[in-house]
């Protein structure tokens, strides 16, 4: 049996993000099965993408393993490779930081966040970010893509309850898988060299 590629995402309750990674994942049939884990400081968002992460799974007939990790230690224990899309939610969970003091934080939250999770990471662990640009990922290299794009704040409300529909069965599901055949993230997967490499000075300084 062939052994698993095991990919942490961190911030896989991202609303902005994950909808168009499940649907690539789910699309994917690569030569090697996939682990997938998924880590994001607000459980209900956890459990939301866990459970569509699952259903586009077997819709899709994908055998990816899918393991819900409440604990970022459990999702990056072994990984192979990583998937970065911390938003601001899930950095301010995870820093404890009361939401009338996050409003005014923006990124650096995220920023402070990114370093602690990604703190004594293994040099040989492929790091792929789809951070918005604004966002500096705190690794000396690291890999990026320019995708998904970037969803309306209606979208951003309409999405989780579409989600909760398709879930349900009370809407199918394949057109929106269709929309990511051609993600850049399915190359990434095959040889990680097609995204672009960051060589970031300021964390060699």
Known sequence: MKEHVKIAVLGAGSVRCMPPVISALATYFGERPLEIR?????????????????????????????LYRP???EALEGAD???????????RKYLRVPYAEASNQGDKLV??????????LPPEVDVLSLQR???????????????????????????PHQILRWIKSEEQIYKFLEEQEEAPLKLWLNDPN????VVNRLKES
């Open 194 to 197: 097609s995204a672009e490499l």
């Open 111 to 120: 920023i402070r966040t990114l370093d602690a999770l990604l703190d004594d």
């Open 38 to 66: 998924l880590y994001d400081s607000d459980e209900e968002r956890l459990d939301l993408m866990d459970r569509f992460a699952r259903h586009c799974f077997h819709f899709n007939d994908a055998t990816h393993e899918v």
């Open 133 to 159: 640009m604004s966002v500096k990922v705190p690794l000396a290299f690291y890999r990026r893509l320019d995708w998904p794009g970037e969803p309306t704040d209606e979208d951003l409300r309409w999405l």
């Open 81 to 91: 490779r990583i998937i970065l899309q911390v938003g601001r939610n899930c950095a």
């Open 71 to 73: 604990d970022p230690k």
